[in-house]
């Protein structure tokens, strides 16, 4: 037998050859960090928020002032965007508009989210009747025209940023409704699966606790590319005059004042054109990001 200090020596040797095992997640984020596009989209994002977020508190000039003797002024050391017709200074509200944009494009997101992933996951667990049931029905809300629905909703209810949110979540879960139920289906056969219902387990269980938790990762990329989508479908309200409200703003609302004046005060639509377009950007590059990050397919390579 070798001797002891010498058996220690050859295990240690062993465990050093032994690759250390990580995560799936832990694995995803490194091949997201070798991404610059999706990275710098991130990044982006992480400035964009604390610059909504957080500067409109820190002292800057409020969204709601108004000096009609200044009119409107080139931007300036003060007034970095320069002002609006009212006078108003155009950098506070690019920021007040892009909390509102970004409050919408998220809230709405996840109200979309939580329908359609326990639609999809019941949906996609039980299969046969029920599945073709709520399948039929996803199929006739497909065939509504949901924007001209969501503006028939503002009309008649108050249009107020609650609503906003909730309306707009309300007709954005079809396509997650569809996307779980397939991964659901496809979940419905594996072996943990199979080897929880040999337990006993509830169903309620083997989906809140293993169908859903299992399929986090296209949600995740999902919900990352419908932001940008829920965020273009308010600024063509406000746009149109359906969405957020006078005095509040938001990027759609700004983006339409600055179209009507673009000839005479051009800068009242880049600013906020230009804030809009690279957070669209942003949240694309890191969806696709995430995207090519959390295929396990392409951790095999």
């Not at 997201?32 to 928020?49: C, E, I, R």
């Not at 200074?89 to 919408?104: E, K, M, P």
């Amino acid at each position: 037998m070798p001797a002891v200090p010498e058996l220690e020596a050859a295990i240690e040797v062993a465990q050093k050859d032994i690759e250390a095992g990580t995560s799936l997640w832990r694995d995803a984020f490194h091949r997201l960090a070798k991404n610059k596009l999706a990275m710098a989209g991130a990044v982006f994002l992480a400035l964009l928020f604390l610059a909504c977020f957080v500067l409109p508190f820190c002292g800057i000039q409020s969204y709601e002032t108004t000096d009609m003797s200044l009119g409107p002024t080139l931007p300036s050391a003060k007034h970095w965007f320069g002002t609006d017709v009212l006078g108003r200074d155009l950098f506070s509200r690019v920021l007040f508009g892009g909390r509102i944009s970004l409050s919408v494009g998220i809230a709405a997101t996840v109200v979309s989210l939580i329908i359609g992933v326990l639609y999809g996951a019941i949906s996609g667990y039980f299969g046969g009747k029920l599945d073709m049931v709520m399948m039929r029905i996803v199929d006739i809300l497909y065939a509504l025209p949901y924007t001209i629905f969501v503006i028939l909703l503002m009309v008649l209810f108050n249009r107020s940023i609650l609503l906003l949110f909730l309306v707009i979540g309300a007709v954005e879960w079809l396509n997650m409704a569809r996307i779980v139920r397939g991964q659901v289906m496809a979940l419905r056969k594996q072996e943990f699966i199979e080897a929880a219902v040999a337990l006993g387990l509830r169903k309620r269980r083997i989906i809140l606790r293993h169908m859903i938790p299992n399929t986090l990762g296209i949600v995740v990329v999902y919900a990352t590319l419908t932001v940008p989508g829920i965020m273009l479908l308010e600024a063509f309200l406000s746009f149109l005059g359906f969405g957020v409200q006078p005095p509040m703003s938001s990027w759609g609302t700004l983006i339409d004042e600055g179209a009507k004046r673009m000839e005479e005060y051009p800068w009242l639509l880049l600013f906020p054109a230009l804030f809009f377009s690279a957070t669209l950007f942003s949240l694309n590059f890191l969806g696709d990001g995430l995207r090519d990050a959390l295929d396990v397919r392409a951790s095999k390579d």
